[in-house]
């Protein structure tokens, strides 16, 4: 499996001020590809949180690291000196990163001090590869840790998009190959998951690993009638074999439907 890790860090994600969209975002992307997100981590603005938790992370190998926030001017900024930390790499200030958070301003036509604050989007840990950020100020930073990669993003959603769609997604599409997802979702009024759960769990078993993912999502009720959508989603390299599954595991749900007398309300 090609594993991908996402670390958000930032004290307004935990505090209930900052809606976390980006793991959302960037869960959907990596998935959509090929990807396999184990794990969505979030921690605090803090040194020691970063380092022990970007360590724990690369303990795990995975093929990439994408952590969100902390890159900007401010005081609690911090996720590139906590990876320094972890990774045992001086902080240097990096011209080519001084270059892009100049060029940001300069292509915003703001006339601005370079001062602290500004050369503090520079400090970077040493052999680290910066990346122009297109929409803000803050450069993206590129590491190897071992076989895992590092991509620190801001944690701003247009610049985290813009850079991860541009820069890195690309990169894991060529690695992962021609990976190929398809997808039914069935609406069903009249059945409960626990009416089909035991059928949904053979199906599963008897399908190769990670080939494919059959989920059921409640909707409630109307007057009391349960509702649910069936979820079905065949995955893997060989087209031809991903489409021959969805029709199998699709004409098994309907006969399944039809047994617990089930009404399909609509298929998307």
């Known amino acids: ?18 809606l976390n969209t980006n793991a959302h975002w960037i869960s959907k992307k990596i998935t959509k590809i ?12 803090d040194l020691r949180e970063i380092d022990l938790t970007l360590r724990d992370s690369l303990n795990r190998k995975p093929n990439w690291i994408i952590i969100c926030g902390g890159l900007g001017p401010t005081y609690d900024d911090k996720t590139l000196l906590g990876i320094s930390k972890s990774l045992k790499k001086k902080l240097i200030l990096n011209n080519i990163a001084l270059k892009m958070v100049k060029k940001s301003y300069k292509d915003k036509h703001q006339k601005v001090k370079i001062n602290n604050a500004r050369l503090k989007m520079a400090l970077v840990p040493i052999g680290s590869i910066p990346i122009q950020n297109p929409v803000g100020n803050a450069p993206a930073i590129l590491l190897t840790a071992d076989k895992t990669r590092i991509i620190c993003l801001p944690g701003v959603p247009n610049e985290m998009k813009a850079i991860l769609t541009q820069n890195i997604l690309p990169q894991i599409k060529q690695e992962l190959g021609n990976f190929t997802i398809l997808e039914i979702n069935y609406y069903v009024l009249g059945i409960s998951e626990a009416m089909i759960s035991s059928t949904l769990t053979k199906i599963v078993t008897s399908m190769p690993k990670d080939s494919l993912y059959l989920k059921t999502h409640p909707q409630g009720y109307a007057d009391n009638i349960p509702r649910i959508r069936i979820q079905v989603v065949s995955k893997g390299y060989a087209k031809e074999q991903v489409k021959k599954t969805l029709d199998k595991v699709s004409k098994q749900i309907l006969a399944e439907i039809r047994k617990n007398n089930g009404k399909i309300l609509k298929i998307l």
């Not at 499996?1 to 001020?17: A, D, Q």
């Not at 396999?36 to 605090?44: G, H, K, L, N, Q």
């Open 34 to 45: 090929g990807g396999y997100i184990t794990r969505v981590i979030v921690i605090r603005d």
């Open 1 to 18: 499996m090609y594993i991908v890790e996402i670390l958000c860090i930032g004290n307004e994600l935990l505090s209930g001020i900052t």
